[in-house]
């Protein structure tokens, strides 16, 4: 959770994902940039899009949203690069663009489940242009998506492993 102070002269970027409007602290944003395409992640996480490359290297691409009715995937993503630490990763942003914003996080939005399953909550609400952004921590919503991978890993490697036993006998 921010401390009080650091909400009231926090720099954001808003943007909207599904048609969903979230916020993240401005620390947290790398660039936003159009990927050429998504490779499909074989381990088939429902949150991970996919793959794009980035800086000669490789980007997992996320969705922390259920899409609205009507939204699709453009053919195209625009993706919202983000940075916890050393690691990089993006969210599918829709077009029609971000903003910057100072202040103006208002905590009384705080802890409503959001985004991942209702797994990352928010840490308040920025009202800009008449529409309540939910403010997300970057690096919370990146730890969620990472725990959901490796349960998905954990419990794909268990079925891999009975059904190779299963075969084993007569």
Same mark, same amino acid.
């Given at each position: 959770?921010?401390?009080?102070?650091?909400?009231? /002269?926090?720099? *954001?970027?808003? %943007? $909207?994902?599904?048609?969903?409007?979230?916020?993240?602290?401005?620390?947290?944003?790398?660039?936003?940039?159009?990927?050429?395409?998504?490779? $499909? *992640?074989?381990?088939?996480?429902? @949150?991970? =899009? #996919?793959?794009?490359?980035?800086? $000669?290297?490789?980007?997992?691409?996320?969705? =922390? /949203?259920?899409?609205?009715?009507?939204?699709?995937?453009?053919? /195209?993503? =625009?993706?919202?690069?983000?940075?916890?630490?050393?690691?990089? *990763?993006?969210?599918?942003?829709?077009?029609? !663009?971000?903003?910057? @914003?100072? #202040?103006?996080?208002?905590?009384?939005?705080?802890?409503?489940?959001?985004?991942?399953? #209702? $797994?990352? @909550?928010?840490?308040?609400? &920025?009202?800009?242009? !008449?529409?309540? %952004? =939910?403010?997300?921590?970057?690096?919370?919503?990146?730890?969620? &998506?990472?725990?959901?991978?490796?349960?998905?890993?954990?419990?794909?490697? /268990?079925?891999?492993?009975?059904?190779?036993?299963?075969? !084993?006998?007569?």
């Amino acid at each position: 959770m921010m401390p009080p102070e650091m909400a009231e /002269t926090a720099a *954001w970027c808003l %943007f $909207r994902s599904d048609a969903e409007p979230l916020a993240v602290a401005l620390g947290a944003v790398v660039e936003v940039v159009e990927a050429k395409a998504l490779a $499909r *992640w074989p381990a088939g996480v429902p @949150r991970v =899009l #996919g793959l794009c490359s980035y800086r $000669r290297g490789v980007l997992p691409v996320v969705r =922390l /949203t259920e899409p609205a009715p009507g939204v699709e995937d453009g053919a /195209t993503p =625009l993706v919202l690069v983000l940075r916890k630490g050393v690691e990089a *990763w993006g969210i599918r942003v829709d077009r029609g !663009g971000t903003a910057v @914003r100072r #202040g103006g996080l208002d905590p009384a939005g705080a802890g409503r489940a959001s985004a991942v399953g #209702g $797994r990352v @909550r928010s840490i308040g609400m &920025i009202e800009h242009e !008449g529409a309540a %952004f =939910l403010a997300v921590d970057a690096a919370d919503a990146w730890e969620a &998506i990472r725990a959901e991978v490796v349960a998905h890993d954990r419990a794909a490697s /268990t079925l891999s492993a009975s059904a190779a036993e299963d075969r !084993g006998r007569p």
